[in-house]
């Protein structure tokens, strides 16, 4: 009798735990002014550029990874071609060129590289973070996302001399698909009559520019090297695209020295077997790494809600995508804002302190374990898709401390079904 009462008293009162009892009532929630902190001059100056804003909070925590969710770029690719088919790859060879063109991007992406400037720096390798999708259009069915036009009048690309025309928007705008959400690339042949120049043919292995409506690339049919040759070019001019300048230039970041690009690549006698760089911002050979900077640079970029570029990233921050949880189970700031694709739990005893804004995905919930504590210090909760998410969740326990919840000065939490 006494193991079913027993039993009976588990099951009537487990589901009650935990649901209802769970969402964190407002009395339990603790308001508090903020702090006055007198911040550093030259942070404030900082600020004055963008506001409240810093590269540096928003480069990728390697002990964290999955606390800085990749973001997904849209990107598309158009061989452009004469109507004679002579100048460009064509048909499956160029899908499969595009494809591995953007495979060893990615790669590039993933992994960064240990930077060669300065000369035997202990600057981090850090992953940035973010990476292409080849993107087709629903409506079209086994669309790859990789188009073909025939057009003696605009098919050619000149990158410099008297009749250069990478500034040339006209094919962009007679083809470009899907430009307000899709990184636009244009693999271009170079003109005939240029590539006679044997100075012009010299430069002509492999060039780009970056303009508004997308990228033109060009070289990479007339040197029959593989696609991965170019992933370089790729990204340095998505780099650009996502606001990063010349990394040899004056670029406003503290880790990229400015140089006169006075190498292509690395060789065994000086001055380039210590000056060359394989900065992706730079001129050279590799263009296959990036700085913390220039990481929290780009990622900072695609986290401002306000930015034109985030419309070219793929919106799968709106619903929750995994299972798997994001869990802080130590004490950490964040400070840059983040847009999360799971549900986030504080484990038992652990401290978080939100100071920009996180974006919950639609019906995911904050779970605050027994002892935990989850600081909004100027912290912004919501979901950037004007969607709903549960709330946030601190389980009772029997003895011990409940999770808690802590709002600070302006701190605000939107969106949440149960707040
Ligand atoms: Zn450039």
Not at 11 to 35: E, G, S
Not at 111 to 137: D, G, T
Not at 195 to 211: E, F, I, T, W
Request: aromatic share 10%; proline share 6%; glycine share 6%.
């Amino acid at each position: 009798m006494k193991k079913i009462l027993v039993l009976f008293l588990v099951l009537t009162n487990f589901p009650v735990f935990l649901t209802a009892q769970a969402w964190l009532p407002t009395k339990k929630i603790i308001r508090r002014d903020a702090p006055v902190v007198q911040e550093p001059l030259e942070r404030l100056s900082k600020r004055l550029l963008i506001p409240q804003r810093r590269a540096d909070d928003f480069v990728p925590d390697t002990a964290h990874l999955n606390h800085t969710p990749i973001k997904w770029v849209r990107i598309n690719l158009h061989f452009v071609n004469s109507t004679s088919k002579k100048h460009n790859y064509d048909g499956a060879e160029a899908v499969q060129f595009a494809r591995d063109l953007v495979g060893a991007a990615n790669g590039d992406l993933q992994r960064n590289n240990q930077l060669w400037l300065p000369w035997k720096n202990q600057i981090p390798v850090i992953p940035p973070r973010y990476a292409y999708v080849l993107c087709s259009q629903k409506n079209i069915p086994n669309d790859p996302g990789v188009y073909f036009h025939y057009d003696d009048e605009l098919c050619f690309y000149v990158h410099k001399g008297g009749n250069a025309n990478l500034y040339d928007r006209r094919v962009m705008a007679k083809y470009g698909v899907g430009t307000d959400s899709i990184v636009n690339i244009f693999i271009m042949p170079h003109h005939p009559d240029s590539m006679l120049s044997p100075d012009y043919k010299r430069s002509a292995g492999g060039v780009g520019v970056m303009l508004s409506e997308g990228i033109k690339m060009a070289g990479m049919f007339e040197s029959k090297m593989p696609a991965w040759a170019y992933r370089g070019i790729l990204n340095h001019e998505v780099g650009h695209f996502f606001g990063l300048f010349h990394a040899f230039d004056s670029d406003g970041c503290d880790d990229t020295p400015e140089h006169g690009n006075p190498c292509w690549n690395r060789t065994t006698e000086p001055p380039c077997n210590t000056q060359a760089s394989n900065n992706m911002m730079d001129y050279n050979a590799l263009q296959n790494a990036l700085t913390p900077c220039q990481i929290g640079r780009v990622l900072m970029l695609m986290n401002d809600t306000s930015a034109f570029e985030r419309r070219y990233l793929i919106q799968d921050w709106c619903s929750l995508k995994t299972e798997e949880e994001v869990v802080v189970s130590d004490t950490l700031i964040w400070r840059g804002d983040r847009d999360l694709k799971s549900n986030l739990r504080i484990a038992k005893g652990a401290f978080l302190q939100v100071e920009g804004r996180v974006s919950m995905p639609e019906n995911a919930m904050i779970t605050l374990e027994p002892g935990s504590t989850l600081l909004l210090r100027k912290g912004h909760l919501h979901n950037a898709c004007n969607r709903k998410w549960q709330g946030i969740a601190a389980p009772r326990k029997f003895l011990g401390r409940r999770g808690q919840l802590i709002l600070e000065g302006d701190a605000r939490v939107e969106d949440a079904a149960n707040w």
